[in-house]
Each structure stands twice: as C-alpha cells, then as structure tokens.
C-alpha cells in the first residue's frame, strides 16, 4: 500500500509540475504584458524598464527556473496589474466561488444519480426514456449556451431572477442551475449504465433466486458495485469545479475565481494567472488522487496491480 501510495504522489507531482510549465510557456508566447499594461503608444524606454522591473528582460529559462524555485519558497509572485500578492488576490475570490460550485455539486449529486438509479430500475419505461433525453441535452448543451437561455427565460422574459452580480442569494441560482445541469445529465447517465449492468450480473440474479427482498438487492448489493465508476466521474466533477466556473462567472458577472481569471488573462496578469492554473491543476490532480487511494483501498487488486 506505500509503493501505491508513493507511486500515485509521484505522478501527481509531474502532471502539476507539467501543467505549471506548459502554462508558463504558453502564456509567454501569448503577447507582451508591458505591450497591454501600458499601451500601444508608450514610449519604448518604459516598455524596456516595466520588463526589466519584472524580470521579463531575461532569458525564458533563467524567467522559468526563478518561477518554479519562488513557488516552492511559497512566494506565488506580484500582479502586475494590482501590484498585489498573485495568492491573496486568488484568496480572496475563493468564497465567492464557493457559493457557486458547492451548490452545484450538492444539485448534481442529489439529482443526477438518483434519477440515473430510479431510470435503470424502471428500463424502458416512460420515466426512463424521459431521463435519458434530459441527460442528453443537459452534458450535450454548452453552460454558456445553458446560461444565456435562462438569463433569457427567467430574467428577460419573466423578470422573476437577476441576470447578474452577487447582491442576494437569488444572484446565485441562475449561475449554479447552469453549472449543475451538465453535470446532473453525465451522472445521470452514467448512473443509469452503471446500474443496468450491475443488476445483469449472476449474483443479483442468484440473491433474487433466493428470495432476498428487492429492496435489499438494490441497496446491498447493485449499488455498491454500481458506485465504482460513478466515483471516478464525481471525483473529476471536484477537480474541475474551479475550471467549470471560468465560462458561467463571465456570463453572471460573478465575481470569483473564474471571472478573475478571464480579466487576468487579457491583461497578460502572468502571475495571477499561473496561481490560478495552478491551483486548478492541483485541485484536479489531488481529487483524482484521492479517488486512486480510494479505488485502492476498496479492491486491494488493483494496489498490486498498479504497484509493479
């Protein structure tokens, strides 16, 4: 179980360490920060000395190496823009989020695998074939899509909900409907195919032989063995709930992470947004963490399986 243990953290660390460069590469090759941040009509002398004050003056390599040597050190660096800690402006912007993604989350749970389970259960029924179709065009919907529709709908048309901001709790519902609604359609039917291929097995056929209440074969024994796959597809809901916010804050006005991310970028804000696809990589890489030690630990097959 240590080799597992220690072989999983080791590849968590490369995949973040390779997300880290590939974003600070990417941003680099993306435009000249001292070009947004002060125009196109500054004179080149203080082009040269805003890169020369942040560094940009330097080789990529030399850039590079003080990066990953200032992450480790803890010092996530400055914004060029608000000339603020990348990290606590990132910090600050967490709650908001929070208020978005959590929901969402909860919604997705407690919506798409029940009815996911509830549709496998009743196979070929109305009810199933009416789950399939909304879980179809909830994942099949783009959230921007999704979010323009119900700002329409509910704001627009009706005036029953605002379009935008965080003044109240009824800012939040807009947002988080279009957050959830993808991910209820996945769970949904992922949980549906899950559970029409567990209670296809011999053994749920055998406990129903043997006269075992149908309400015990559903919970004891297809459920168990139906959460399996379902965990791998929640665990990456977690890991990508920061990455899910980008698209739906932009279009609610919602002032969190996502938005943060999408100003910072069209500022070439370098820092920020490498603190932000930083922790974005690193929420990803440690839930799918997570769901490995869990695999692990629930089937010990698959610890000596993955440890040579």
Partial sequence: ?????????LRAFVTILAVVTFAF??????????QVMLGPDVP?????AFRRAWGLDQPLWVQYFAYIHSIFTGDFGVSMRDKASALRLVLERIPATLQLTIPALLLKLFIGIPAGVY????????????????????????????????VLIFSVSLGLLPSGGQDTWLHGLLPTI????????????????????????????????????????VWNHALPNAAVPIITIV???VGSLIAGAVVV???????????????SVSNRDLAVVQCIL?????????????????YGWLDPRLRHQNAH
């Fill in 119 to 150: 549709a496998a259960l009743h196979r070929q029924s109305a009810i199933d074939r009416g789950v399939i179709l909304l879980a179809i065009l909830g994942f099949t919907i783009p959230s921007f899509v999704m979010g323009l529709l119900l």
């Fill in 235 to 237: 665990g990456f809901m």
């Fill in 25 to 34: 590469i990417v941003l680099r090759m993306s435009g000249d920060p001292a």
């Fill in 178 to 217: 279009t957050m959830s609604i993808g991910g209820i359609g996945i769970l949904a039917r992922f949980s549906r195919s899950a559970m029409i291929e567990v209670m296809g097995q011999p053994y749920i056929r055998t406990a129903s032989a043997k006269g075992v209440k149908w309400s015990d074969v």
């Fill in 44 to 48: 080149q002398e203080a082009v040269d």
């Fill in 249 to 263: 804050e932009s279009i609610f006005s919602w002032p969190g992470i996502g938005r943060l991310l999408v100003v």
């Fill in 1 to 9: 179980m240590i080799r597992f243990v220690l072989i999983r953290l």
């Fill in 278 to 294: 930083l922790m974005i990589a690193a929420t990803m890489v440690i839930s799918n963490l997570i769901v490995d030690l869990f």
